[in-house]
């Protein structure tokens, strides 16, 4: 399998932009809020904790054979950073798979963004790389989550991982 490099990712409202270290200070305030880490785990990093975590991410995967791509999502009428998508790679089965993952800051919440991002990222993997399944990990009390596998094109397929229900789609 060749890595997969993010691009930038245009939808009607959103533009899906390579992760870079330089978000980091802008992500830090867009991630602040502690109930929206509620479902995703952790607490509100620094703007110093992104910079390093984004730094890792940039690098890429230590394993060849899988390939991190990451992205900001800016929501065009604003020109703010709302959130961020996500798609790691790797061989699987029936070709390469993709296990997709997105978080929306909470003042962006409930306008649709998170489903328009991921609908996006999943028709970028369709249309540009050999990803021959899409997976994404939802916890079963995250109805709005649930909401934005179901607009991706996912579908809930009764397994569970960790405590999420493992939702997927074939593309």
Not at 25 to 41: C, K, Q, R, W, Y
Not at 81 to 96: E, F, I, K, S
Not at 109 to 121: D, F, K, M, T, V
Not at 143 to 157: F, I, M, N, Q
Request: aromatic share 4%; hydrophobic share 45%.
């Amino acid at each position: 399998m060749h890595p997969i490099r993010p691009r930038p990712v245009t939808t009607a409202r959103l533009d899906l932009l390579p992760l870079r270290v330089s978000h980091a200070a802008e992500m830090a305030a867009v991630l602040s809020d502690p109930d929206l880490h509620t479902f995703i785990g952790g607490a509100p990093a620094t703007p110093d904790e992104l910079r390093l975590r984004y730094a890792r991410l940039t690098a890429g995967s230590p394993d060849p054979a899988v390939s991190w791509c990451n992205w900001v999502v800016r929501e065009r009428a604003e020109g703010r950073l709302a959130g961020t998508v996500q798609a790691t790679v790797r061989a699987g089965a029936d070709g390469p798979a993709a296990e997709i993952a997105w978080v929306v800051g909470t003042p962006w919440q409930g306008r649709g963004i998170a489903s328009e991002a991921a609908s996006g990222l999943v028709r970028w993997l369709a249309r540009e790389t050999s990803v021959r399944t899409v997976v994404a990990h939802v916890r079963p009390d995250h109805h709005a989550s649930a909401a934005v596998a179901a607009a991706a094109g996912l579908a809930p397929t009764g397994r569970q991982h960790e405590g999420e229900t493992v939702w997927e789609a074939a593309l």
